[in-house]
T-cell receptor
Framework: RKEVEQDPGPFNVPEGATVAFNCTYSNSASQSFFWYRQDCRKEPKLLMSVYSSGNEDGRFTAQLNRASQYISLLIRDSKLSDSATYLCVVNEGGKLIFGQGTELSVKP | SAVISQKPSRDICQRGTSLTIQCQVDSQVTMMFWYRQQPGQSLTLIATANQGSEATYESGFVIDKFPISRPNLTFSTLTVSNMSPEDSSIYLC???????????FGPGTRLLVL
């Protein structure tokens, strides 16, 4: 079983749609959690941290369920510029463990 | 956030040769990390480089294949030795953010081995 698992997609959605990405992790001792965004042929960039209480940044909402070892990212009113690969990332003892990424394509 | 640069940005190399990738940070950092991202895959940690000590390698990666230098707190190099086509990948360096919980990445080095 992979340490961090994501649905690879691709998710093809129209502009304005709401899209949700899911991620599960295997190590219950994991300390912190993140969503990164990676554009084609670019390096990953931190999108947001994920907290148990949930956190929101504009159109983006991230949620963590420690009991289920489950992380989610919700994007509302999606824009063409949201097209990218979204990486679920878990910090295990100081090391970042990356999921394989979920590809999102937003169409006009 | 730290500004990270890598050289070269890309290269095409012949099998059996070696390539050294440089990573420069605009501020002093304790730990630097080297990752590999193979085509269509996510990132895999190769090793952690601390200044003044030997790099710590992850399972599946060895010093003879991926020697690392860390001469000071702003610079590191990764060498990909005796390359084969399977080494074709993107190699990225990263540094921790101020919380030490997450990392910022350099722009990567795209390597193609023929």
């Amino acid at each position: 079983r992979k340490e961090v698992e994501q649905d690879p997609g691709p998710f093809n959605v129209p502009e304005g749609a709401t899209v949700a990405f899911n991620c599960t992790y295997s190590n219950s001792a994991s300390q912190s959690f993140f969503w990164y965004r990676q554009d084609c042929r670019k390096e990953p960039k931190l999108l947001m941290s994920v907290y148990s209480s949930g956190n929101e940044d504009g159109r983006f909402t991230a949620q963590l369920n420690r009991a289920s070892q489950y992380i989610s990212l919700l994007i509302r009113d999606s824009k063409l510029s949201d097209s990218a690969t979204y990486l679920c990332v878990v910090n295990e003892g100081g090391k970042l463990i990356f999921g394989q990424g979920t590809e999102l394509s937003v169409k006009p | 956030s730290a500004v990270i640069s890598q050289k070269p940005s890309r290269d095409i190399c012949q099998r059996g040769t070696s390539l050294t990738i440089q990573c420069q940070v605009d501020s002093q950092v304790t730990m630097m990390f080297w990752y590999r991202q193979q085509p269509g895959q996510s990132l895999t940690l190769i090793a952690t480089a601390n200044q003044g000590s030997e790099a710590t390698y992850e399972s599946g990666f060895v010093i003879d294949k991926f020697p690392i230098s860390r001469p000071n707190l702003t610079f590191s190099t990764l060498t990909v030795s005796n390359m084969s086509p399977e080494d074709s990948s993107i190699y990225l360096c990263s540094v921790e953010d101020s919380t030490h919980e997450t990392q910022y990445f350099g722009p990567g080095t795209r390597l193609l081995v023929l």
